[in-house]
């Protein structure tokens, strides 16, 4: 069974400095992973898509890089602001149809 | 992106009583969407996967009698929680994705649901 585990559940950072949040999961026989923002009372955002076959993929401030081998994902955020406060959640989809298995999520608070 | 949109975000109801959640993808055809339901300060765990035109596959755990999924169309999937209990009260949220997204899920906005 797929487990998906985010590493801090929680981080504290002054804006302006970037951060990295981690992400592993314990079957690597993925088919995708996908990071998602969450607000609280709210619905996911989806930030980045990376497929099995690709190493990393960028948008913006974010960088979110895979190492399937090693169960591994970062989520890396360039000069943080306020706004970036939210809870981001990693999900690996396996198989291809969409059906996700969810991390724990790390709450993330920006200090203005 | 594509959009998902769900109906109401947020409902109380009484005990006993049934509440219907709807998912609806607005710009693409969905011939899958997914159920799943977040307890308070945890992740999202899958209810259920919901296909157009067939019966619901539900994750295990899930009671499919108390947990109704029906995929009339390409576009909506309902959920419906019946006979309600307050251990029910939870966000409930559902997600959709289309061919040309490699897979890529879009969520509704989620439905917070009280049952007292």
């Known amino acids: 069974k797929q487990e998906v585990t985010q590493i801090p559940a929680a981080l504290s950072v002054p804006e302006g400095e970037n951060l990295v949040l981690n992400c592993s999961f314990t079957?690597?026989?993925?088919?995708?992973l996908q990071w998602f923002r969450q607000d609280p009372g709210k619905g996911l955002t989806s930030l980045l898509l990376?497929?099995?076959?690709?190493r990393e993929q960028t948008s913006g401030r974010l960088n979110a890089s895979l190492d399937k081998s090693s169960g591994r994902s970062t989520l890396y955020i360039a000069a943080s602001q306020p706004g970036d406060s939210a809870t981001y959640l990693c999900a690996v989809g396996v198989g291809g149809n969409e059906k996700l298995t969810f991390g724990t999520g790390t709450r993330l608070t920006i200090i203005p | 992106g594509a959009v998902v949109s769900q109906h109401p975000s947020w409902v109380i109801c009484k005990s006993g009583t049934s509440v219907k959640i709807e998912c609806r993808s607005l710009?693409?055809?969905?011939?899958?969407m997914f159920w799943y339901r977040q307890f308070p300060k945890q992740s999202l765990m899958l209810m259920a996967t919901?296909?157009?035109?067939?019966?619901?596959?539900?994750e295990q755990g899930v009671e499919k009698d108390k947990f109704l999924i029906n995929h009339a169309s390409l576009t909506l999937s309902t959920l419906t929680v019946t006979s309600a209990h307050p251990e029910d009260s939870s966000f409930y949220i559902c997600s959709a994705s289309y061919i040309g997204t490699l897979a890529e899920a879009f969520f509704g906005q989620g439905t917070r649901l009280t049952v007292v």
């Open positions: 079957d690597s026989a993925i088919y995708n």
């Open positions: 710009d693409f055809q969905a011939t899958t």
């Open positions: 919901s296909n157009e035109g067939s019966k619901a596959t539900y």
């Open positions: 990376i497929q099995s076959s690709q």
